[in-house]
């Protein structure tokens, strides 16, 4: 189970873009769909479009959105 602690960015960041392209195009880049309501929350378990299991605890300064990355390696990358 991969853990998040904090956003890393947005997706339609420029510093962030050619990663997540390459994500994209290998098959890597991961999405979490999130109802408006569980954007709201900053602690919950949920499950990636691939099937990897993200436990997300954010802390109370920090929102989820549409866009956010949550996690970003050379391995995959996990966007909501």
Known sequence: MLTVNSILGTQDDPSLGAELHAHEHSGTLEHVHLSRED????????ESDQGTEVLIGLPRDCRLFDGAVLHLTDANAIVV
């Open 39 to 46: 954007l709201a929350r900053r602690r919950m378990r949920v």
